[in-house]
């Protein structure tokens, strides 16, 4: 019942906060998908005060993430995030809130806020979630090894589909190679005849003599 109660009242008294404007003075922060971070913003008042964590939501408002009544006291958490990803802690000087296996979604812009004598006293900070490095490189990889096997593959089918097209048309034809063999032969043969004729042509001069 008290949780409720100081659930409700906080709510009512973050509902009128816009943040509009509120990212002049912004600290950038990146994560990993996967990884864990954890966004600081300091106390300049140093004195201990009821502290909590917002996200901004359609750039305008603000939804509560955590809150701490005191830096001896126990953190609660909005309903929508009691996941065990969040954690808040606090020092009086440094307020923290880690976040664990980070998504792509957590994206965007926290406020860590301090409630000192009446008012509040905001910090924001930008929570950018990168694609690893390592995992696009990865991924390139492995794309490029499936190519150069897909290329592989398409040759050897090239090759065979050839291989097997060749004995078929051998099987097909399968005096081809005799009928080669036997015009060789016949053009060899023709070819000493013509040689031959040739030289009986060519015969030495004959001389006749008579006997009377």
Known sequence: MKQSLITALILC???????????????TVEGRPGGEVTLTCSNTSSRDALTLWLRVVDRTKASWISTMISSTGKPLYSEGIQNGRFSMSTNISTLSLQIKHVDVSDSGLYLCGFYIEGRYDFSTIHFNVKESDGTAKLMSLILGALTVLLLMIIIGLVVKITKLQKAANEEQNPQQPENRASEELNYAAVAFRSKTIKTREVEPNVVYASTR
């Open 13 to 27: 008294s973050i509902s009128w906060i816009s943040v509009s404007g509120s990212e002049s003075h912004t600290e």
